[in-house]
């Protein structure tokens, strides 16, 4: 019995002198693979004119006091022209559409 018990010991050695253990003998997580994609991508076409389409996108940051601030950009894709900035904590889907029908307005739909 006892030289089993040697056996499975040095294994233990073994096997942590090669993959370290974090604190609190707590495991590691493994990465899972990342797929791939499902359907082909294909570049985005540049528009001919202004006001044909407009990109929107969030910008995140934190302030001095630790708390996020969120940002909601929009930029004109032909002519790169800033639409709108609008900062808050936090910004929902409705205030989204509001801000988007504010731009409409004076720019008209894309």
Do not use: H
């Not at 974090?22 to 991508?41: D, S």
């Not at 985005?44 to 004119?49: T, Y």
């Amino acid at each position: 019995a006892s030289g089993s018990y040697c056996a499975v010991k040095a294994f233990m050695l073994i096997t942590s002198a090669c993959t370290p253990l974090p604190p609190n003998g707590l495991g590691v997580k493994r990465r899972r693979r990342r797929k791939g994609l499902a359907t082909e991508r294909f570049p985005l076409l540049r528009p001919d004119a202004p006001n044909i389409t407009w990109s929107t996108d969030f910008v995140m940051d934190a302030l001095a006091n630790g708390r996020r601030i969120k940002c909601l950009t929009c930029v004109d894709d032909f002519t790169k022209e800033c639409l709108t900035i609008t900062a808050a904590f936090g910004i929902s889907g409705v205030q989204v559409t509001r801000i988007l029908d504010n731009i409409a307005l004076f720019r008209g739909y894309p």
